[in-house]
């Protein structure tokens, strides 16, 4: 992972009795620990990272749940149709229409130890296919599912950053 810009942790972020909580228009809202998505089906695979700044990670590998098995836990209702998924940096947040949450994944592991908070540990948001960096949410902690589409802040932080 050499030559990548370093972003600090933020002091908000720890790892201590982590759960990943999803709530919102769910039937069952519920908080998953690191025990409960050990024991969920999980997948490796590897891709390139890319970053709106100009610089790219080739290859990395990474062990996951997706977020579509966790979803089918908690039961949205008819009426969901977007996620915003937050983080434990303060107002950091993302919003997603619903059919692209649930082919994300959440990065547990990467390169066969458990995911550095430096990379976004212990959960980060993979989504799949064509995205914009900031949508790669590290230290996520909760994801709230509503039927209209939320307010995010992800976008505008981290053009702000680079501007
Ligand atoms: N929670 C959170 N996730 C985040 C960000 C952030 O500030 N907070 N920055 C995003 C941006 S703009 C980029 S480029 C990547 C940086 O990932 P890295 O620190 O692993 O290089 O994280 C993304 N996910
Ligand atoms: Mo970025």
Redo the contacts with the bound molecule.
């Keep these: 992972m050499d030559g ?4 600090d942790v ?1 002091d908000e ?1 720890t790892t201590d009795d982590w759960a990943l909580t999803i709530r919102g228009s769910v039937r069952r809202p519920r908080a998953f620990d690191a025990a409960d998505l050990a024991a969920l089906p999980n997948e490796t695979f590897a891709e390139d ?1 890319d ?3 100009g ?1 790219t ?1 080739a290859g990395l590998s990474w062990r996951d749940v997706r977020v579509a098995d966790l979803l089918e836990r908690v039961e949205p209702t008819p009426e969901s149709q977007y996620a915003l998924v937050h ?3 303060g107002e ?3 919003a997603f229409p619903l059919e692209r949450i649930e082919s994300a994944v959440l990065a547990l592991e990467l390169d066969g130890e458990p995911l550095p908070t ?3 540990g212990p959960a ?2 993979i989504p799949t296919g064509d995205g ?9 902690d909760s994801i709230a599912i509503t039927a209209e589409p939320p307010a995010d802040t ?1 976008r505008e ?3 702000g ?2 501007e």
């Design positions: 990548l810009p370093r972003y933020p972020v990272f970053c709106e700044a610089w990670a983080a434990m940096d950091y947040a993302c430096e990379h976004g980060r948001l914009d960096c900031w949508e790669s949410v590290k230290w996520v992800a932080i981290a053009l950053r680079i």
